[in-house]
Nanobody, 119 residues
């Protein structure tokens, strides 16, 4: 059972910053993409940012210019740097990793970490 380890959530004031991290097991060698999703209260889960194996990135329009996703291939870790946080960024953030295992494309989720933006 592949497990992702997330960290970095918490409470921050509007305009503040947070960094989320998500580590996948070193045993995974064929990662296709790593991403962050979020689910705000009463809303559907949405893609926040994604980085592929070729380091191409894409972002939700609502976070462009404020959030940055990056990955450390040596550590199988993906980061989400969140700046200029707004109350509407409050959500549970989930890490997602897609990789090839046993010749199949597989999809694994982290347990989620709460981000609360409030004064």
């Amino acid at each position: 059972q592949v497990q992702l380890v997330e960290s970095g959530g918490g409470l921050v004031q509007p305009g503040g910053s947070l960094r989320l991290s998500c580590a996948a097991p070193r045993s995974i060698s064929s990662i296709v993409a790593m991403a962050w999703y979020r689910r705000a209260p009463g809303k559907e889960r949405e893609l926040v940012a994604q980085v592929t194996s070729s380091t191409d990135t894409n972002y939700a329009d609502s976070v462009k210019g404020r959030f940055t996703i990056s990955r450390d291939n040596a550590k199988n870790t993906v980061y989400l740097f969140m700046n200029s946080l707004k109350s509407e960024d409050t959500a549970v953030y989930y890490c997602n990793v897609r990789y090839v295992g046993d010749y199949r494309l597989r999809n694994v989720w982290g347990q989620g970490t709460q981000v609360t933006v409030s004064s």
